[in-house]
């Protein structure tokens, strides 16, 4: 039996803004295959590589995203070469690598997404 999709919202971060640039929702799987992702993904990233970095804390996903963030560990998704490429600092994420660097737009799931 296949388990009934999941409303799934995300959130777009980018870099200089104060807060968030857009959101978006669709219907997932519980545990949604890569091409699901790729799908919203590829177009957000410009089909460039993009990679997962998880949002481990309960508290750090609920200063991100709120207080739909009821679930831990949940996804996000950044450039992966957006330092390569020299794109600005992501002010608004970066602070949840303890200390890291995002560099480019990042994807914020608002729960799991990536097994």
């Given at each position: 039996?296949?388990?009934?999709?999941?409303?799934?919202?995300?959130?777009?971060?980018?870099?200089?803004?104060?807060?968030?640039?857009?959101?978006?929702?669709?219907?997932?799987?519980?545990e949604p295959s890569y091409e699901d992702l790729r799908a919203i993904l590829d177009p957000l990233f410009d089909n460039q590589w993009w990679e997962h970095v998880w949002v481990r804390g309960g508290k750090a996903a609920q200063?991100?995203?709120?207080?739909?963030?009821?679930?831990?560990?949940?996804?996000?998704?950044?450039?992966?070469?957006?330092?390569?490429?020299?794109?600005?600092r992501n002010e608004a994420v970066s602070w949840v690598l303890y200390p890291g660097l995002i560099a480019g737009r990042a994807v914020v799931f608002h729960r799991r997404v990536w097994f």
């Open positions: 039996m296949t388990a009934s999709p999941i409303m799934t919202k995300w959130t777009i971060f980018e870099p200089g803004e104060p807060r968030f640039r857009s959101e978006g929702h669709q219907a997932l799987a519980p200063l991100l995203i709120g207080a739909s963030a009821t679930k831990w560990p949940i996804s996000m998704f950044v450039d992966e070469s957006g330092m390569l490429k020299q794109l600005p």
